[in-house]
């Protein structure tokens, strides 16, 4: 049993007893969770430290920028990145599929608003692109089934004909 002196009598008391048996003082004690604790500085040190990541970041993207800003700026295009470049916006960023065709493709299909484009890739021929595309769609039975349409396709994104296509 662990013994304190009273602040009041100077007589020893029990770490246990609420009042001093001698003179009747109160004991004041700690709260258990109070006792012993270090100060915490964990989520304010995880917020300076994500701060400073960001900052950082941003002065890296900064300096990455404007160093590849000025090599653009200076130099041109070769005639691959144009080529490659007004093939490209007949293509969507979104998901990769060719736009003429995804329009040829609903047209065709039972359920247009089931359409959903799975891939599409494409070999560049000199004055025209062979374009294919794997979708799903329902069919006539309202099932979902995978499909594909080989078609050749002119440099402005117009379908010219339909080569093949399969289930």
């Not at 374009?131 to 769609?137: I, L, N």
Request: proline share 4%; hydrophobic share 35%.
């Amino acid at each position: 049993m662990a013994l304190v002196k009273c602040k009041e009598c100077g007589n020893t008391v029990s770490t246990k007893a609420q009042a001093c048996p001698h003179c009747g003082a109160v004991r004041k004690r700690k709260p258990p969770f109070a006792r012993n604790r270090r100060p915490s500085y964990g989520c304010g040190l995880f917020a300076l430290m994500l701060i400073g990541f960001l900052i950082i970041g941003i002065v890296i993207v900064f300096l990455e920028d404007s160093d590849d800003s000025e090599i653009r700026e200076n130099k041109p295009k070769t005639q691959q990145e144009i080529r490659k470049d007004q093939i490209g916006i007949h293509f969507s960023a979104w998901d990769g599929s060719h736009r003429g065709m995804t329009k040829l493709i609903k047209a065709s299909m039972n359920d247009p608003d089931s359409y959903d484009h799975v891939e599409t890739t494409y070999g560049d021929k000199g004055d025209h692109l062979i374009v294919k595309t794997v979708f799903r769609g329902k069919n006539s039975f309202g099932g979902v089934v995978k499909n594909w349409i080989l078609a050749k396709v002119d440099l402005d994104g117009n379908v010219i004909e339909v080569i093949s296509q399969g289930p």
